[in-house]
């Protein structure tokens, strides 16, 4: 079991830069896929990014390819996500998301996810 909390959200002029950070408390997060998924309001939850349990492989998004970055540090339990060149589209809930599955890749479906933090708000204003 893996618990996962989220912060670094916040408000950001269009063009800026934010990086989110999600803490795991748990034995196995070093085996443990992570993702970052979000939520605008009446859209449904979108893949952002995903990395790997040792970190040798990433996905992204295609809306976020190129503008985001996800890493992980295992010896904090942390895993990361560099926001740049933001829009006002980015805005949404992001969610940190755990996979103990070894997958090859990550997921990039919420149902391949089992912990989920409870989100951190990203504002993009114009």
């Known amino acids: 079991q893996v618990q996962l909390v989220e912060s670094g959200g916040g408000l950001v002029q269009v063009g800026g830069s934010l990086r989110l950070s999600c803490a795991a408390s748990g034995r196995t997060f070093s085996s443990t896929a992570m993702g970052w998924f979000r939520q605008a309001p009446g859209k449904e939850r979108e893949f952002v990014a995903g990395?790997?349990?040792?970190?040798?492989?990433?996905r992204y998004g295609d809306s976020v390819k190129g503008r985001f970055t996800i890493s992980r540090d295992n010896a904090k339990n942390t895993v990361y996500l560099q926001m740049n060149s933001l829009k006002p589209e980015d805005t949404a809930v992001y969610y940190c998301a755990g996979d103990p599955r070894r997958r090859l890749r990550p997921g990039v479906h919420d149902y391949e996810y089992d912990y989920w933090g409870q989100g951190t708000q990203v504002t993009v204003s114009s």
């Open positions: 990395i790997t349990w040792g970190g040798g492989s990433t």
